[in-house]
């Protein structure tokens, strides 16, 4: 499984980004898909992740209601809309998947097997 993540950049407080993951190599029908992110000097977290079949999602409380995660089926892609952008997004965002995951580990990066390349997101003041 390959993934690969574009739509990071610079943006001001307030904005927006979406972010894009495509992956490639498998089908993914069994998959949760997701994304984390990692500040300097910070451990990765768990940002939002959904199930690939019934379109599941779920959020870290510091993103809920700004940030929304979907997928595109027929092109084997998640996105990451980003909406009202805090200084305190600023990160490298990750974008992961799963064929295995159990549902209450899904926050854990541990419960990951494929990984992207990280996008820079840099939200300014």
């Known amino acids: 499984v390959q993934l690969q993540a574009s739509g990071g950049g610079l943006v001001q407080a307030g904005g927006s980004l979406r972010l894009s993951c495509a992956a490639s190599?498998?089908?993914?029908?069994?998959?949760?898909m997701g994304w984390f992110r990692q500040a300097p000097g910070k451990e990765r977290e768990f940002v939002a992740a959904v199930r690939w079949n019934s379109g599941t999602t779920y959020y870290a409380d510091s993103v809920k209601g700004r940030f929304t995660i979907s997928r595109d089926n027929a092109k084997n892609t998640v996105y990451l809309q980003m909406n009202s952008l805090k200084p305190e997004d600023t990160a490298v965002y990750y974008c992961?998947?799963?064929?295995?995951?159990?549902?209450?580990?899904?926050?854990?990066?541990?419960?990951?097997?494929?990984w992207g390349q990280g996008t820079q997101v840099t939200v300014s003041s």
């Open positions: 190599g498998r089908t993914f029908s069994s998959y949760v």
């Open positions: 992961t998947a799963s064929l295995r995951l159990i549902l209450s580990t899904i926050r854990l990066p541990s419960s990951y097997e494929y």
